[in-house]
């Protein structure tokens, strides 16, 4: 194995993170995108907790949390300066609070909530942001970096679970920002549509570079 694999899934807020974070250092790998229903045995023997994303890296060594993933990729090469634009607790109330009320927010069914009142909760939270985006284009100054990164793909699943209510409230730096961050052509990139990966399949290289070729 020359290049490190990327067992990823589209649609997953931590594995876009991740995919942001490998773009932009320019870190190729081959991405092998999973079902959740259908884990392949490759990816669950080298992690058993079985959560994507997951890197192995061509040493053998596997990391299997995303944040962990995105400090790794940037600490290869950080060519925007994301690294300096992270903020620990920014991103851990993103993970912790505010993941607990998207997630009952998003799937009443699956958690027994009332749906309007972890929204409120979440939007709490998210006012947290805008009060920082206000004052600046991007969480931590003018650029976007890793806490933007970090945390944008879980504001976006908020956004798209009602987006005419997300829409109406009076988050005007914070849609903006989200706005900016979905048109930036590395979203785009990270976002390439690709079928599940199945064992004997010829590797498909994921990067910037190589990304038009497959969408
Ligand atoms: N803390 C992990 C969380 C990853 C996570 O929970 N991913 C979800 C998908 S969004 C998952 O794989 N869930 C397992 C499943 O649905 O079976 C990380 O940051 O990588």
């Known amino acids: 194995m020359t290049r490190p694999i990327l067992y990823s899934f589209r649609r997953c807020p931590y594995a876009m993170r991740a995919r942001l974070a490998l773009l932009v250092s320019d870190t190729i790998c081959e991405i092998r995108e999973v079902k959740l229903v259908a884990k392949p045995a490759e990816m669950v023997s080298v992690s058993p907790k079985a959560t994507v994303p997951v890197l192995v890296l061509p040493d053998g060594r596997v990391i299997d949390e995303s944040l962990d993933i995105m400090r790794w990729a940037l600490g290869r090469n950080d060519p925007e300066g994301w690294l300096a634009r992270g903020d620990e607790a920014l991103i851990a109330a993103n993970d912790g609070p505010f993941k607990h009320h998207l997630d009952r927010y998003k799937y009443p069914d699956r958690h027994a909530s009332d749906p309007a009142q ?67 052509p590395l979203f785009s990139a990270a976002m390439v549509r690709l079928q599940p990966w199945q064992a004997g399949d010829a590797p498909i290289l994921f990067s910037d570079r190589e990304s038009q070729f497959l969408s």
Request: charged share 20%.
């Open 118 to 184: 972890h929204r409120h909760a979440a939007l709490e939270l998210l006012h947290v942001l805008e009060a920082r985006l206000a004052s600046q284009p991007c969480l931590r100054g003018d650029a976007p970096g890793l806490a933007d990164a970090a945390i944008m793909p879980f504001v976006r699943q908020f956004a798209q679970t009602d987006r005419a209510w997300f829409d109406a409230r009076p988050l005007p730096h914070l849609q903006a920002w989200l706005e900016r961050r979905l048109a930036a």
